[in-house]
């Protein structure tokens, strides 16, 4: 796997030598880079199917709007919330963007080990892309 989303140097070896790629930012960003991959495949004759597309981020859910206010107010002291912080209906919908955009598997940064969050994405989340 190559991480990164340069599109002179690093989306160009992605294309010759790697199996999977990670690529950051906001759906219609990655959506981008991926299109600027793609070219470097073809360039390279490579089959841009062979190469594993994943996106990572953090990822904080709440089940109801009140639920995320009291997430943030109760975790804010352990620092800047980074990521998606929100919704389970918000995060289905910002992971359909994603997957829209060609991203192929996405990894949870769980940088705050929010069990609340990890239950929800089981039962909540991810029956609505298996």
């Not at 390279?44 to 107010?73: F, M, P």
């Not at 990521?83 to 990894?107: C, E, N």
Request: hydrophobic share 40%; proline share 2%; charged share 25%.
């Amino acid at each position: 796997m190559i991480a990164g989303g340069g599109e002179q140097l690093t989306l160009r070896a992605v294309a010759r030598l790697a199996d999977a790629c990670n690529v950051g930012g906001d759906p219609e960003t990655v959506r981008h880079k991926l299109a600027v991959l793609r070219e470097h495949c073809d360039a390279a004759q490579r089959d841009y199917a062979t190469i594993e597309t994943t996106h990572n981020n953090s990822w904080l859910l709440g089940s109801d709007e009140a639920a995320v206010a009291a997430k943030r107010e109760r975790l804010a002291e352990r620092g800047p919330l980074r990521g998606f912080v929100g919704t389970v209906s918000k995060a289905i919908d910002l992971i359909g963007q994603y997957q829209d955009a060609g991203v192929y598997l996405l990894i949870n940064s769980d940088y705050r080990n929010d069990i609340e969050t990890h239950e929800l994405f089981a039962s909540d989340v991810i029956p609505h892309f298996a």
